[in-house]
Protein backbone atom coordinates (compact mmCIF):
# COMPACT_ATOMS: atom_id res chain seq x y z
CA UNK A 1 0.00 0.00 0.00
CA UNK A 2 1.43 3.26 -1.19
CA UNK A 3 0.46 6.54 1.07
CA UNK A 4 -0.29 9.99 -0.43
CA UNK A 5 2.82 11.27 0.42
CA UNK A 6 5.38 10.42 -2.44
CA UNK A 7 7.67 7.55 -1.34
CA UNK A 8 6.13 6.42 1.88
CA UNK A 9 4.85 3.05 2.03
CA UNK A 10 3.16 1.27 4.87
CA UNK A 11 3.54 -2.32 4.97
CA UNK A 12 3.76 -5.39 7.71
CA UNK A 13 7.71 -5.73 9.72
CA UNK A 14 9.40 -8.29 8.73
CA UNK A 15 12.35 -8.54 10.13
CA UNK A 16 14.47 -8.02 13.25
CA UNK A 17 16.17 -4.91 11.78
CA UNK A 18 12.70 -3.74 11.15
CA UNK A 19 11.17 -4.00 14.65
CA UNK A 20 14.39 -2.43 15.58
CA UNK A 21 13.96 0.57 14.42
CA UNK A 22 10.83 0.99 16.61
CA UNK A 23 12.68 2.24 19.25
CA UNK A 24 14.36 5.24 17.59
CA UNK A 25 10.52 6.32 16.60
CA UNK A 26 9.30 5.53 20.32
CA UNK A 27 12.27 7.85 21.48
CA UNK A 28 11.67 10.99 19.47
CA UNK A 29 7.69 10.94 19.81
CA UNK A 30 7.60 9.73 22.98
CA UNK A 31 11.09 10.15 24.94
CA UNK A 32 10.50 6.92 26.37
CA UNK A 33 13.28 6.16 28.84
CA UNK A 34 14.41 2.82 27.77
CA UNK A 35 12.65 0.65 30.57
CA UNK A 36 9.23 1.82 29.28
CA UNK A 37 10.31 1.18 25.41
CA UNK A 38 9.10 -2.18 24.05
CA UNK A 39 12.02 -5.10 24.90
CA UNK A 40 13.21 -6.30 21.42
CA UNK A 41 13.04 -9.92 22.65
CA UNK A 42 9.02 -9.50 23.29
CA UNK A 43 8.29 -7.49 20.23
CA UNK A 44 10.01 -10.91 18.56
CA UNK A 45 8.11 -12.55 20.40
CA UNK A 46 4.60 -10.93 19.52
CA UNK A 47 5.16 -10.62 16.07
CA UNK A 48 6.13 -14.37 15.70
CA UNK A 49 2.86 -14.71 17.44
CA UNK A 50 0.77 -13.10 14.58
CA UNK A 51 0.15 -9.96 16.14
CA UNK A 52 -0.17 -6.96 13.94
CA UNK A 53 3.48 -4.58 13.60
CA UNK A 54 2.56 -1.92 10.79
CA UNK A 55 5.77 0.34 9.61
CA UNK A 56 5.45 3.55 7.76
CA UNK A 57 8.74 4.19 5.94
CA UNK A 58 10.02 6.91 3.57
CA UNK A 59 12.79 6.67 1.63
CA UNK A 60 15.86 8.79 1.10
CA UNK A 61 17.13 10.20 -2.12
CA UNK A 62 19.93 7.12 -1.97
CA UNK A 63 16.82 4.67 -1.76
CA UNK A 64 17.36 3.79 1.89
CA UNK A 65 14.61 3.47 3.73
CA UNK A 66 13.38 4.79 7.59
CA UNK A 67 10.65 4.13 9.74
CA UNK A 68 8.68 7.62 10.11
CA UNK A 69 6.06 5.60 11.67
CA UNK A 70 4.37 2.63 13.23
CA UNK A 71 1.02 0.54 14.71
CA UNK A 72 1.41 -2.16 16.82
CA UNK A 73 -1.54 -4.44 18.62
CA UNK A 74 -1.90 -7.12 20.07
CA UNK A 75 -4.23 -10.27 20.47
CA UNK A 76 -7.04 -9.48 23.62
CA UNK A 77 -10.06 -10.79 24.65
CA UNK A 78 -12.69 -8.28 26.21
CA UNK A 79 -16.61 -8.76 27.39
CA UNK A 80 -16.65 -12.31 25.99
CA UNK A 81 -14.72 -11.27 22.18
CA UNK A 82 -11.69 -11.54 20.60
CA UNK A 83 -10.00 -7.77 20.16
CA UNK A 84 -7.09 -6.26 18.80
CA UNK A 85 -5.74 -3.54 21.48
CA UNK A 86 -3.82 -1.20 19.59
CA UNK A 87 -0.87 -0.25 22.01
CA UNK A 88 0.70 2.16 20.10
CA UNK A 89 0.61 4.50 17.13
CA UNK A 90 2.83 7.20 16.17
CA UNK A 91 3.72 9.00 12.88
CA UNK A 92 7.87 11.28 13.70
CA UNK A 93 6.86 14.87 14.08
CA UNK A 94 8.58 15.56 10.16
CA UNK A 95 5.85 13.56 8.64
CA UNK A 96 2.60 14.19 10.41
CA UNK A 97 -0.78 15.45 8.54
CA UNK A 98 0.18 13.45 5.89
CA UNK A 99 -2.81 11.45 6.83
CA UNK A 100 -0.19 8.73 7.32
CA UNK A 101 -1.62 8.08 11.26
CA UNK A 102 -5.04 7.19 9.20
CA UNK A 103 -3.70 5.08 6.42
CA UNK A 104 -1.49 3.23 9.48
CA UNK A 105 -5.43 2.56 10.89
CA UNK A 106 -6.62 1.86 7.83
CA UNK A 107 -4.10 -0.63 7.62
CA UNK A 108 -4.58 -2.08 11.41
CA UNK A 109 -8.22 -2.26 10.74
CA UNK A 110 -7.71 -4.56 7.33
CA UNK A 111 -5.56 -6.74 8.87
CA UNK A 112 -7.52 -7.15 12.31
CA UNK A 113 -10.69 -8.19 9.92
CA UNK A 114 -8.72 -10.14 7.59
CA UNK A 115 -7.99 -12.31 11.33
CA UNK A 116 -11.75 -12.83 12.27
CA UNK A 117 -11.71 -10.15 14.41
CA UNK A 118 -14.18 -6.67 14.57
CA UNK A 119 -13.19 -5.05 17.12
CA UNK A 120 -10.35 -2.74 18.30
CA UNK A 121 -9.45 -1.11 21.41
CA UNK A 122 -6.68 1.32 22.86
CA UNK A 123 -6.11 4.24 24.83
CA UNK A 124 -5.71 7.90 25.17
CA UNK A 125 -5.47 10.89 26.74
CA UNK A 126 -8.85 12.82 27.06
CA UNK A 127 -7.27 15.56 27.64
CA UNK A 128 -5.10 15.39 23.69
CA UNK A 129 -7.17 17.45 21.47
CA UNK A 130 -5.39 16.16 18.45
CA UNK A 131 -6.08 12.96 19.57
CA UNK A 132 -9.55 13.25 20.56
CA UNK A 133 -10.19 14.71 16.95
CA UNK A 134 -8.41 11.89 15.50
CA UNK A 135 -9.71 9.11 17.61
CA UNK A 136 -13.97 10.57 17.33
CA UNK A 137 -14.09 12.45 14.51
CA UNK A 138 -11.82 10.41 11.53
CA UNK A 139 -12.54 6.89 12.94
CA UNK A 140 -15.75 6.85 15.23
CA UNK A 141 -14.34 4.95 17.67
CA UNK A 142 -16.69 5.25 21.14
CA UNK A 143 -16.14 4.88 24.92
CA UNK A 144 -17.95 4.22 28.45
CA UNK A 145 -14.30 3.79 30.50
CA UNK A 146 -12.35 5.80 32.08
CA UNK A 147 -9.23 4.80 33.16
CA UNK A 148 -7.59 6.97 36.25
CA UNK A 149 -3.53 7.25 35.80
CA UNK A 150 -3.70 3.81 33.80
CA UNK A 151 0.16 3.85 33.76
CA UNK A 152 0.56 4.63 36.67
CA UNK A 153 0.99 8.72 38.12
CA UNK A 154 4.42 9.05 35.89
CA UNK A 155 5.77 7.92 32.52
CA UNK A 156 8.92 8.88 30.93
CA UNK A 157 6.80 9.84 28.63
CA UNK A 158 7.46 13.72 27.32
CA UNK A 159 3.83 13.93 26.18
CA UNK A 160 1.66 12.71 29.55
CA UNK A 161 3.58 14.75 32.47
CA UNK A 162 0.10 15.68 33.63
CA UNK A 163 -0.40 11.69 35.44
CA UNK A 164 -1.64 8.91 32.55
CA UNK A 165 -5.41 9.22 32.74
CA UNK A 166 -6.93 7.37 29.34
CA UNK A 167 -10.86 6.83 27.80
CA UNK A 168 -10.46 3.46 27.06
CA UNK A 169 -12.20 3.55 23.22
CA UNK A 170 -13.73 0.88 21.08
CA UNK A 171 -13.91 0.89 17.23
CA UNK A 172 -16.30 -1.67 15.72
CA UNK A 173 -14.89 -1.82 12.74
CA UNK A 174 -17.42 -2.96 10.69
CA UNK A 175 -20.57 -1.02 12.26
CA UNK A 176 -22.13 1.45 9.91
CA UNK A 177 -20.70 4.62 12.32
CA UNK A 178 -16.98 3.17 11.39
CA UNK A 179 -17.36 2.61 7.88
CA UNK A 180 -19.36 5.49 7.37
CA UNK A 181 -16.58 7.82 8.64
CA UNK A 182 -13.63 6.13 7.33
CA UNK A 183 -15.63 6.57 4.16
CA UNK A 184 -15.47 10.53 4.55
CA UNK A 185 -19.22 10.55 5.35
CA UNK A 186 -18.95 12.44 8.44
CA UNK A 187 -20.16 15.66 7.49
CA UNK A 188 -24.01 15.66 8.95
CA UNK A 189 -22.65 14.21 12.00
CA UNK A 190 -20.63 16.79 12.86
CA UNK A 191 -23.28 19.45 12.22
CA UNK A 192 -25.84 17.08 14.30
CA UNK A 193 -22.82 17.49 16.65
CA UNK A 194 -21.87 21.04 16.77
CA UNK A 195 -25.80 21.58 17.22
CA UNK A 196 -25.97 19.59 20.25
CA UNK A 197 -23.13 20.85 21.69
CA UNK A 198 -24.57 24.49 21.12
CA UNK A 199 -27.67 24.00 23.14
CA UNK A 200 -25.61 22.45 25.99
CA UNK A 201 -24.29 24.25 29.32
CA UNK A 202 -20.95 21.56 29.94
CA UNK A 203 -20.32 19.99 32.72
CA UNK A 204 -16.89 21.36 32.52
CA UNK A 205 -16.70 24.68 30.63
CA UNK A 206 -13.62 26.79 29.05
CA UNK A 207 -14.15 29.44 30.74
CA UNK A 208 -12.89 33.30 29.42
CA UNK A 209 -9.55 33.19 31.32
CA UNK A 210 -8.84 29.60 30.12
CA UNK A 211 -9.58 27.94 33.07
CA UNK A 212 -12.27 24.90 33.63
CA UNK A 213 -15.22 25.87 35.11
CA UNK A 214 -17.73 23.21 36.58
CA UNK A 215 -20.97 22.89 36.03
CA UNK A 216 -24.05 21.80 38.96
CA UNK A 217 -23.34 17.86 38.69
CA UNK A 218 -26.97 16.61 39.17
CA UNK A 219 -28.02 19.15 37.00
CA UNK A 220 -26.65 18.40 34.25
CA UNK A 221 -27.24 15.25 34.58
CA UNK A 222 -30.95 14.96 34.54
CA UNK A 223 -30.35 15.53 30.90
CA UNK A 224 -30.45 13.18 27.64
CA UNK A 225 -26.76 14.81 26.62
CA UNK A 226 -23.74 16.26 28.70
CA UNK A 227 -20.88 17.73 26.73
CA UNK A 228 -17.19 18.41 28.56
CA UNK A 229 -14.85 21.19 27.35
CA UNK A 230 -11.14 20.88 26.86
CA UNK A 231 -8.59 23.36 25.58
CA UNK A 232 -6.92 22.81 22.09
CA UNK A 233 -3.60 22.69 23.28
CA UNK A 234 -3.33 20.91 26.61
CA UNK A 235 0.40 20.29 26.29
CA UNK A 236 1.18 24.19 25.44
CA UNK A 237 -1.11 24.79 28.66
CA UNK A 238 1.55 22.32 30.46
CA UNK A 239 4.59 24.14 29.23
CA UNK A 240 3.15 27.26 30.48
CA UNK A 241 1.45 26.81 33.70
CA UNK A 242 1.57 23.16 35.40
CA UNK A 243 -1.16 24.17 38.09
CA UNK A 244 -3.29 25.26 35.06
CA UNK A 245 -3.22 21.65 33.34
CA UNK A 246 -3.39 19.58 36.60
CA UNK A 247 -6.57 21.57 37.22
CA UNK A 248 -8.10 20.54 34.06
CA UNK A 249 -6.95 17.13 34.92
CA UNK A 250 -8.97 16.96 37.85
CA UNK A 251 -12.31 18.74 36.67
CA UNK A 252 -12.57 16.25 33.38
CA UNK A 253 -11.96 13.01 35.80
CA UNK A 254 -14.95 14.37 37.57
CA UNK A 255 -16.90 15.07 34.86
CA UNK A 256 -15.88 11.72 32.97
CA UNK A 257 -15.78 9.54 36.08
CA UNK A 258 -19.60 10.87 36.78
CA UNK A 259 -20.79 11.12 33.39
CA UNK A 260 -20.11 7.57 32.84
CA UNK A 261 -21.31 6.35 36.12
CA UNK A 262 -24.70 8.00 35.53
CA UNK A 263 -24.89 6.03 32.67
CA UNK A 264 -23.59 8.29 29.58
CA UNK A 265 -21.22 7.19 27.13
CA UNK A 266 -18.80 8.97 24.95
CA UNK A 267 -20.00 9.50 21.15
CA UNK A 268 -18.08 12.49 19.24
CA UNK A 269 -15.44 15.08 19.58
CA UNK A 270 -15.73 18.45 18.02
CA UNK A 271 -12.53 20.08 18.04
CA UNK A 272 -13.32 24.14 17.15
CA UNK A 273 -16.11 24.91 18.83
CA UNK A 274 -15.49 28.88 19.10
CA UNK A 275 -13.04 29.20 16.47
CA UNK A 276 -9.49 27.73 15.53
CA UNK A 277 -7.70 27.96 18.54
CA UNK A 278 -10.27 27.14 20.96
CA UNK A 279 -11.44 24.67 22.99
CA UNK A 280 -12.82 21.22 22.03
CA UNK A 281 -15.72 19.26 22.85
CA UNK A 282 -16.35 15.91 24.04
CA UNK A 283 -20.60 14.81 23.88
CA UNK A 284 -21.71 12.05 25.93
CA UNK A 285 -25.00 10.40 25.08
CA UNK A 286 -27.63 8.73 27.69
CA UNK A 287 -28.45 4.85 27.25
CA UNK A 288 -26.90 1.83 26.04
CA UNK A 289 -24.03 1.72 24.28
CA UNK A 290 -24.72 -1.63 22.43
CA UNK A 291 -27.97 0.42 21.10
CA UNK A 292 -25.91 3.54 19.40
CA UNK A 293 -23.38 1.57 17.82
CA UNK A 294 -25.94 -1.02 16.55
CA UNK A 295 -27.38 1.28 14.31
C1 LIG B 1 -1.65 10.77 16.56
C2 LIG B 1 -0.67 10.72 15.37
C3 LIG B 1 -0.25 9.28 15.15
C4 LIG B 1 -1.39 11.25 14.13
O1 LIG B 1 -0.51 11.17 13.04
P1 LIG B 1 -0.74 12.00 11.66
O2 LIG B 1 0.00 11.30 10.60
O3 LIG B 1 -0.51 13.44 11.88
O4 LIG B 1 -2.31 11.72 11.47
P2 LIG B 1 -3.28 12.24 10.33
O5 LIG B 1 -2.59 13.20 9.42
O6 LIG B 1 -3.92 11.03 9.73
O7 LIG B 1 -4.40 12.98 11.21
C5 LIG B 1 -4.10 13.95 12.18
C6 LIG B 1 -5.36 14.72 12.49
O8 LIG B 1 -5.17 15.46 13.71
C7 LIG B 1 -5.55 16.80 13.46
N1 LIG B 1 -4.84 17.65 14.42
C8 LIG B 1 -3.53 17.95 14.46
N2 LIG B 1 -3.27 18.75 15.53
C9 LIG B 1 -4.46 18.92 16.19
C10 LIG B 1 -4.86 19.61 17.39
N3 LIG B 1 -4.01 20.29 18.15
N4 LIG B 1 -6.16 19.56 17.74
C11 LIG B 1 -7.07 18.87 17.01
N5 LIG B 1 -6.75 18.17 15.89
C12 LIG B 1 -5.45 18.21 15.49
C13 LIG B 1 -5.19 17.03 12.03
O9 LIG B 1 -5.86 18.17 11.52
C14 LIG B 1 -5.69 15.73 11.39
O10 LIG B 1 -7.11 15.70 11.26
P3 LIG B 1 -7.85 16.01 9.82
O11 LIG B 1 -7.25 15.06 8.83
O12 LIG B 1 -9.30 15.72 10.10
O13 LIG B 1 -7.57 17.45 9.55
C15 LIG B 1 0.58 11.62 15.62
O14 LIG B 1 0.15 12.92 15.91
C16 LIG B 1 1.46 11.13 16.75
O15 LIG B 1 2.37 10.33 16.53
N6 LIG B 1 1.25 11.63 17.98
C17 LIG B 1 2.04 11.27 19.15
C18 LIG B 1 1.75 9.86 19.64
C19 LIG B 1 0.29 9.61 19.85
O16 LIG B 1 -0.43 10.45 20.39
N7 LIG B 1 -0.20 8.42 19.43
C20 LIG B 1 -1.60 8.04 19.40
C21 LIG B 1 -2.14 7.62 20.69
S1 LIG B 1 -3.93 7.35 20.50
Not at 23 to 31: F, I, P, Q, T
Request: one cysteine or more.
Amino acid sequence: MTASAPQITIRDLRTIDELDQLKAVEKEVWGMADEDSLPMTVAIALKAAGNIFLGAFAKDKAGKEKMVGFAFGFLGREHGQTTIHSHMLAVLDAYRHLDLGAKLKHAQRERTLAMGVHEMTWTFDPLQSRNAHFNFAKFGVVSDTYKIDFYGPETSSVLHRNGTDRLWVRWLLNSRRVRDRIAGKSAGSRAETLDALRLLKPLVRFDGKGQPARAELAEALRRERVSIEIPGDILAVEKTDVALAREWRDATRWAFRESLKAGFFVAEYCRSLRGQQGPGAYLLQRGPLADFIAG
